[in-house]
């Protein structure tokens, strides 16, 4: 991700970067590749006196590096978290510190989410009663170049499965609102050599009485992004291989297909570059003007329906979320 986010930067014009990383050949790849220059510890970047950070270390050092940045007084970009323990440290910290914090919101910037938004918005479908959604890719495919058993993705408390669980909350509950009820199991099926749960199968109700059903997993062989929402007057469907959003409407008893437009890919990578590089422009525009479309306490939600749901799995009940 950090090499994402130097890729998002340089593409927005911005020249004047500066990459933080504990290994020396990562950081020799990133200068020969990127033309940026690097250094080794996290003090010696605060020696630069950066105008602003981006922590994309994996998700077990958030915390730690957000604290110290924080107390920097400087405003920080923070890749997805999956570890609700300690989180409230960050969120007191960042309070009282008074920094701008712009935690990742990916999917929001997903063309096809977008649209979707703005159909539902738009009462495409009236009032949404149900959806489905699957969320599936292969844990070894997601770093093809290093093992699947050596980096955090297959660490209990970051595993990969885990991972994702906020990461479509995200969107999920800016698309849908406030979930009020939670239900979940987590369990590892398959023969990954991880001791991480590698499938998470939920049941939520939103507070606008919709119904929502998820299966997130990093068991299959061929990834999926793949939803249907059933609406009084009409269904919307999205294929993310496909690239294409489906509505059926009632009134007129058509489909109307739309479809993305093309994005950037860089070899090697399953989803393109274009949300990233959004995303990126939305925290720099923060930087100017205080604004950012996710914020701490957002994210401190994911953080407790993360908990939730593991807890309603481990317990075999479901809770409420202001319980």
């Known amino acids: ?22 290994v020396e050949s990562r950081r020799k790849d990133v200068e020969k590749t990127y033309s940026i220059k690097t250094c080794s510890s996290i003090d010696q970047g605060f020696e630069k006196k ?25 405003p920080f ?8 323990e300690g989180f409230e440290q960050v969120v007191r910290v960042c309070k009282e510190k008074r920094v701008f914090v712009a935690p990742s919101c990916t999917m929001i910037h997903q063309p096809s ?13 009236g009032k949404v009663l149900h959806f489905t959604y699957h969320v599936g890719q292969y844990l070894p495919d997601w770093h093809p170049y290093e093992d699947y058993r050596t980096f955090y993705v297959s660490k209990k408390d970051t595993g990969a499965c885990r991972e994702i669980v906020p990461f479509e909350l995200n969107w999920l509950t800016w698309s849908f609102g406030d979930i009020d009820l939670v239900t979940g199991i987590r369990r590892k099926i398959s023969k990954l050599e991880t001791d991480i749960d590698d499938i998470y199968s939920m049941v939520l109700e939103f507070d606008g009485g919709a119904v929502g059903t998820i299966v997130i997993d990093v068991i299959s062989r061929v990834p999926y992004r793949t939803l249907k929402i059933i609406g009084e007057e009409g269904v919307i469907t ?30 090697g990578y399953v989803a393109e570059e274009d949300m990233y590089i959004e995303e990126m422009k939305s925290y720099i525009e923060g930087l100017k003007t205080g604004k ?32």
Not at 244 to 254: F, G, Q, R, T
């Open 238 to 267: 999205w294929e993310w291989r496909d690239k294409v959003v489906n509505l059926y409407s009632v009134k007129d008893k058509k489909w109307h297909e739309f479809r993305e437009p093309p994005g950037i890919k860089i070899p």
């Open 50 to 74: 950066p105008d602003a950070v981006i922590i994309s270390t994996p998700p077990g050092h958030h915390y730690d590096i957000a604290q110290s940045v924080a107390n920097k007084g400087l």
């Open 113 to 125: 989410i977008k649209k979707i938004k703005s159909l539902l918005q738009d009462g495409a479908v």
């Open 77 to 84: 970009f923070m890749e997805a978290n999956v570890i609700p």
């Open 1 to 22: 991700m950090g090499k994402r986010r130097i890729r998002n930067l340089q593409y927005l014009g911005y020249k004047d970067i500066i990459g933080c990383d504990v």
């Open 292 to 323: 950012y479309p996710h914020s701490l306490g957002e994210e401190a939600n994911l953080m407790k329906l993360l908990s939730l749901i593991e807890k309603s799995s481990d317990s075999l009940r479901h809770y409420r979320v202001d319980s």
